[in-house]
Structure formats: C-alpha cells, structure tokens
C-alpha cells in the first residue's frame, strides 16, 4: 500500500471558523489593501520599466518629476492619460469595443484574490488567512481566469475593425490558447507532489519538505515560467502588439484610459504571473530557514515578515520579467508555435510522466516527504536539467531562421515549382 | 527555399537558447548598474562642441561699437548660397560702411566661405545652434542682430594645425 503524503504543518488541518463579523470585517479590510497595493504596485510598475529600461540601454530614464527616480512619473501619466481625448472611431463596433478593456482588466485583478500573501495570522479573533478567498480550487482558478483576458484582447482586435487590430487579436488568442496546455501541464508535477491543488497546501509541502519546488521540479518552472511571458505577452513573446509588423496590434485603435486599460492589465498579469511562480516554486510567504512561520501562534510580526518575503519573492519575478523583455528580440510566428507545440508541449508531457514515475517510486520506497524525498527529486532533476539545457537546446528547442535543405528537401521543392510552372502556364494562355 | 541563396551550415552543436539567453541577461544586468550613462540632460546639460563648429552668423564689432564691416563685398560674392545680401554706405570721411547687411540663414549652408574671405575679420560663423523662431522672416538676421549675438565664433581651420590641438 502506497502511504498517502502526510505534511508536518499544521495549515492542513482546519482552522476553527471565524465569527462571521470577523470574517467579513478581516475581508474587507484585506480586499481594500490587496486591490491598493496592487493597483498602486500596477502604477510603479510602468515606472520601473521605463527606468530598468534605460538603465539597461546607458540612458537615466523619467527623471522630471518626482525626485531623479521619477517617482510620481505614474502619476502624471496617468493624469495625461484621464484628461486625453476618448476617441471613438466611426468604424468601431461600439458595445463590444466599449467592453473589451473592461473585459481585459478585470480578471487581471481577479486571480489577485486566491494568492496567499502571508502566513495566517492568529489574532484574537481567531485565525486570519492572509488570502482574499481561500478557495479550495487553488490555482485552477487562477488558470481558468487568467485565461478569460484573451476576451478582452481578441475582441478589442476584432471590435476595432481595423486589419491590424484583428491581426493582433488573432495572433494573441493563437499564443495565448497554445501556451495555455503547456502552462496547465507543467503545473500538474507540482499538483502531484503537493497532491492538493490550494495555492497554502503547496506551500506547505515545500516547507515541509525543506526545498523549493523549482529546486525538484526544475523542468516544470522553466515551462511555466516560459508559458508565463507568453500569456502575458511580454517579450519575446509580445507577438500581439509587435510595433514593426502591427503598428500597436490589438489596442490600435483605443485611446486616452480605454487604451491605458490594456497595460495595466498586462502588467497586473505579470504581477500575478511572478505572484504564481513565487508561490508554486519558491515557497510562497514562507520564510526560508525557519521554521515558526509554519506553526500555530503565528505573530504580527512574523505574518507582516512573511508578506515581506512574499513581496520580495514576486518583486524578483517582475524583475525578471522586464529584465528578460529588455534583454531578448522578439519570436518570429513559427518559432513561437513551434516552441509551443513542439518543444514546452511534448516536454511537459514527458515531464509529468518521468516525476509520477518517479515519485511513485520514492513513496514504494517508503520515503516520507522530507529531505531524502526532496534530495533524491533534486538529483533527478540535475540530471534532467542537464539533458535539456545542454542535449535537447543544441539549436532544437528554437527552430533556426533557416537551415541547410537536405537533397530530399531540394528535390520535394523542385517538382512542387515544375509542378506549378505547368499550371501558371496554362493559366497564362 | 530561394534559388542561389547561399546556405551557411549552422553550427547546430554550439547553438543554444536558454544558455545565450542567460548569457544576454548577464550581459543587460552588467548594464544594468553601469554608472556610465550616456543621457546628456540637455536645457540644463550641454554637449560640447567643436571649435570649428559653424552655425548661424555673428559680426564683431570695434570698440565703438560699430561693426567692422567695412562693405567690400567679398562675402556676398563668394557665398554660394547667395544668402548674403549688402547695400554699401560712405560717410563724410570715406569709410566704407554697410547700409543693409542681411543673411538668410534658411538659404545659407554654413560653408563658412564668408569668414575666411572677410578682410577685416568682421563676419563670422558661430559656435552656436539653438535658433528657433517663431516665424520664417525671424531667420533673416539683420546688421543689429548679427552685431549683438554673443556666442563665440568659429576657429578657422588651420592647415598647420589640422585637427585642431
């Protein structure tokens, strides 16, 4: 009989209900700062891009108002951006067009409800979860509603009525529906280790197990990771909006704080990606190398560290995002598809079957989920590791722009010309 | 695949992504805290220019504060934009003066031709370039405004001394 994962810390067994004025008050109080600290977080954001940007480029960045940091540059762009022109094209279609920033920007700030931020807080009104909803469909629900914002993109693309638009609408629910399967398959390791689906029983059994899941679960964070940006559409994947080819793709058309909708929505999408990543592979809140985080009786204190350590977790990830988007040029089509379906895809699958074997290895063994458990997954994954970054990416995980044609190739392309040739001159006669 | 396109084989072997991905972000994240930026703030903050620069026109004047111009008409003839436009006057002891001494800096191409070919030193081309104005007539600058510029002038060039040391 295969021991079913037994965890050491005490978030798995339920917490004695709040009373429900508790509740609701404790709700509130944290719907109110999450959607601030958020909304606010959104703002710096465009600010810290801007100034990571150039930095990164030897330029000094907005630096005109607010101090040399340019600290109240959100500020004035988003004055600009309320006292610009709405401007409503003849061409539009009106409802759907008026709908599709909306449609955009709130599950952007939905999925924001169900992430853990810090340890639950045992007050004296009893114990406190630092998570807007505790839903016990974890991060399916943030899958599933991340997902939803490729409404918003495709039918601004398709609303504005423009060429450009839809191509970039078309390209973006191409993108997005591809790395969605890789993104969900990468994430059902983590559901197989954890064997719990809530975002706190996953942090749990990377604290119980005294290592993060990126260090056991390499493959499926580096998918993850990749299908993040391309949901997102953050570069190289930001195929959607490419300036060269598409002018600004979908949001052509959308002015003013219609169009500036579409930003923030990106960029709280990227807040809840490095969120995701930071929950599901490098702990969460919990604080690493300790331990009291984990236990009953958990002060202010250490419930306002860990919202620190979880800040500082998903603060690295946003880093990392517009690090990454100064750094690498943007895919072509193919390479973003092919990427998709023929390297995260197929990589994922084999993924999900070499760690269920692997762990139902470990628990035929009698491994308890500890260090050796985490150790032994750890060695594994070196071994992985080593065969994907250093065998598999010789030149296979991105098709190259071109390659030499083999004879059988040449020849294929020389009877499909001798083929049409014959056609072109019959139709020229 | 296009007929005569040369086709280099790729190194396949030593070709990666993740790991030239990892390489660039190194890279960017050196750039990252270079303190050597290469922004120049410019109202507050000014590039330096050359001394030989040539930009919009300056005649100096003697200590009296008359221009130097004596109103040979050398300049205007070598201009090849023809942009320089010189009325001579005579006063009661027969020195030469001008009457009108216009240039329109639109026609002019800051060849410099006019300095070199002044015998009095009067006209010059002048380390300068901000100059807008508000209407095309403020581009023709007149007698009075071309003695009351400030800015210093050009350094001929020098074919002793041909980088300027």
Same mark, same amino acid.
């Given at each position: 009989m295969i021991p079913s994962p037994v965890f050491a810390a005490v978030h798995v067994l339920p917490d004695p209900p709040l009373a429900w004025w508790t509740f609701i008050i404790s709700t509130v109080v944290k719907m109110i700062v999450v959607f601030t600290v958020y909304m606010v977080g959104v703002a710096m954001l465009t600010l810290a891009e801007r100034k990571i940007s150039a930095w990164i480029q030897g330029r000094l960045g907005p630096n005109r108002v607010g101090g040399p940091l340019g600290l109240l540059q959100p500020a004035a762009d988003g004055v600009k951006n309320i006292m610009k022109e709405e401007t409503l094209p003849a061409h539009v279609n009106k409802p759907i067009f008026m709908l599709a920033p909306m449609l955009a920007f709130i599950p952007a700030l939905m &999925? &924001? &409800?169900?992430?853990?931020?810090g340890a639950p807080w045992d007050s004296r009104w009893g114990r406190i979860p630092m998570v807007i909803a505790d839903l016990p469909v974890g991060f399916l629900f943030i899958l599933a509603i991340t997902s939803l914002g490729v409404y918003g993109i495709v039918l601004a693309g398709w609303s504005s009525n423009n060429k450009y638009a839809l191509l970039g609408g078309l390209r973006s629910s191409a993108q997005m529906i591809s790395y969605e399967i890789a993104m969900g398959m990468s994430l059902i390791p983590v559901l197989l280790l954890a064997g719990n689906v809530t975002l706190n029983a996953i942090i749990d059994q990377q604290a119980s197990m005294h290592i993060w899941n990126v260090l056991t679960l390499t493959i499926s964070f580096f998918i993850f990771m990749v299908a993040a940006f391309a949901e997102t559409n953050r570069l190289p994947f930001d195929l959607p909006e490419a300036e060269s080819e598409l002018i600004a793709g979908y949001h052509t058309e959308y002015s003013a704080m219609k169009f500036s909708m579409f930003p923030i929505s990106e960029y709280a999408n990227m807040a809840t990606s490095s969120a995701m990543m930071a929950t599901l592979f490098f702990g969460g809140w919990d604080i690493p190398f300790t331990t009291q985080d984990n236990t009953s009786g958990v002060g202010l204190l250490m419930v306002l560290l860990s919202i620190l350590i979880f800040a500082v977790k998903t603060g690295f990830f946003i880093f990392v995002f517009i690090w990454i988007r100064w750094t690498l040029p943007r895919f072509r089509y193919d390479q973003l598809m092919s990427l998709g379906w023929k390297t995260l895809l197929p990589l994922a699958l084999a993924y999900i079957v070499i760690i269920a074997a692997l762990l139902l290895a470990l628990d035929y063994a009698g491994l308890q989920r500890g260090w050796l458990y985490g150790l032994s997954m750890l060695g594994v994954n070196a071994v992985l590791v080593f065969i994907v970054f250093f065998i598999l990416d010789r030149g296979r995980i991105i098709s190259p722009a071109y390659g030499r044609a083999t004879p059988q190739q040449i020849s294929r392309l020389r009877a499909v010309t001798a083929a049409r040739s014959h056609l072109t001159a019959q139709s020229g006669d | 695949m296009a007929i005569n396109v040369k086709v280099l084989a790729r190194p396949v072997e030593e070709v990666s992504y993740v790991r030239a991905t990892l390489k660039g972000m190194a890279r960017t994240f050196k750039h990252l805290f270079d303190p050597d930026k290469v922004t120049i703030q410019y109202p507050e903050q000014k590039k330096d220019i050359s001394k030989r620069w040539r930009g919009t026109h300056r005649m100096l004047t003697d200590e009296t504060g008359k $221009?130097? #111009?004596? $109103? #040979?008409?050398l300049c205007p003839t070598v201009c090849p934009s023809n942009c320089i436009k010189l009325v001579p006057g005579e006063d009661e002891q027969g020195n030469r003066y001008p009457l009108v001494f216009e240039i329109d800096e639109f026609r002019c191409i800051f060849c410099g031709y006019c300095q070199e070919v002044c015998p009095e030193e009067a006209i010059h081309v002048g380390r300068h370039y901000e100059n807008s104005e508000y209407s095309r007539e403020g581009f023709v600058y007149d007698l009075e405004r071309l003695t009351a510029q400030t800015h210093p002038v050009c350094e001929m060039w020098d074919p002793a001394d041909p980088k300027g040391e």
């Amino acid at each position: 009989m295969i021991p079913s994962p037994v965890f050491a810390a005490v978030h798995v067994l339920p917490d004695p209900p709040l009373a429900w004025w508790t509740f609701i008050i404790s709700t509130v109080v944290k719907m109110i700062v999450v959607f601030t600290v958020y909304m606010v977080g959104v703002a710096m954001l465009t600010l810290a891009e801007r100034k990571i940007s150039a930095w990164i480029q030897g330029r000094l960045g907005p630096n005109r108002v607010g101090g040399p940091l340019g600290l109240l540059q959100p500020a004035a762009d988003g004055v600009k951006n309320i006292m610009k022109e709405e401007t409503l094209p003849a061409h539009v279609n009106k409802p759907i067009f008026m709908l599709a920033p909306m449609l955009a920007f709130i599950p952007a700030l939905m &999925a &924001a &409800a169900v992430i853990p931020f810090g340890a639950p807080w045992d007050s004296r009104w009893g114990r406190i979860p630092m998570v807007i909803a505790d839903l016990p469909v974890g991060f399916l629900f943030i899958l599933a509603i991340t997902s939803l914002g490729v409404y918003g993109i495709v039918l601004a693309g398709w609303s504005s009525n423009n060429k450009y638009a839809l191509l970039g609408g078309l390209r973006s629910s191409a993108q997005m529906i591809s790395y969605e399967i890789a993104m969900g398959m990468s994430l059902i390791p983590v559901l197989l280790l954890a064997g719990n689906v809530t975002l706190n029983a996953i942090i749990d059994q990377q604290a119980s197990m005294h290592i993060w899941n990126v260090l056991t679960l390499t493959i499926s964070f580096f998918i993850f990771m990749v299908a993040a940006f391309a949901e997102t559409n953050r570069l190289p994947f930001d195929l959607p909006e490419a300036e060269s080819e598409l002018i600004a793709g979908y949001h052509t058309e959308y002015s003013a704080m219609k169009f500036s909708m579409f930003p923030i929505s990106e960029y709280a999408n990227m807040a809840t990606s490095s969120a995701m990543m930071a929950t599901l592979f490098f702990g969460g809140w919990d604080i690493p190398f300790t331990t009291q985080d984990n236990t009953s009786g958990v002060g202010l204190l250490m419930v306002l560290l860990s919202i620190l350590i979880f800040a500082v977790k998903t603060g690295f990830f946003i880093f990392v995002f517009i690090w990454i988007r100064w750094t690498l040029p943007r895919f072509r089509y193919d390479q973003l598809m092919s990427l998709g379906w023929k390297t995260l895809l197929p990589l994922a699958l084999a993924y999900i079957v070499i760690i269920a074997a692997l762990l139902l290895a470990l628990d035929y063994a009698g491994l308890q989920r500890g260090w050796l458990y985490g150790l032994s997954m750890l060695g594994v994954n070196a071994v992985l590791v080593f065969i994907v970054f250093f065998i598999l990416d010789r030149g296979r995980i991105i098709s190259p722009a071109y390659g030499r044609a083999t004879p059988q190739q040449i020849s294929r392309l020389r009877a499909v010309t001798a083929a049409r040739s014959h056609l072109t001159a019959q139709s020229g006669d | 695949m296009a007929i005569n396109v040369k086709v280099l084989a790729r190194p396949v072997e030593e070709v990666s992504y993740v790991r030239a991905t990892l390489k660039g972000m190194a890279r960017t994240f050196k750039h990252l805290f270079d303190p050597d930026k290469v922004t120049i703030q410019y109202p507050e903050q000014k590039k330096d220019i050359s001394k030989r620069w040539r930009g919009t026109h300056r005649m100096l004047t003697d200590e009296t504060g008359k $221009a130097k #111009c004596v $109103a #040979c008409g050398l300049c205007p003839t070598v201009c090849p934009s023809n942009c320089i436009k010189l009325v001579p006057g005579e006063d009661e002891q027969g020195n030469r003066y001008p009457l009108v001494f216009e240039i329109d800096e639109f026609r002019c191409i800051f060849c410099g031709y006019c300095q070199e070919v002044c015998p009095e030193e009067a006209i010059h081309v002048g380390r300068h370039y901000e100059n807008s104005e508000y209407s095309r007539e403020g581009f023709v600058y007149d007698l009075e405004r071309l003695t009351a510029q400030t800015h210093p002038v050009c350094e001929m060039w020098d074919p002793a001394d041909p980088k300027g040391e």
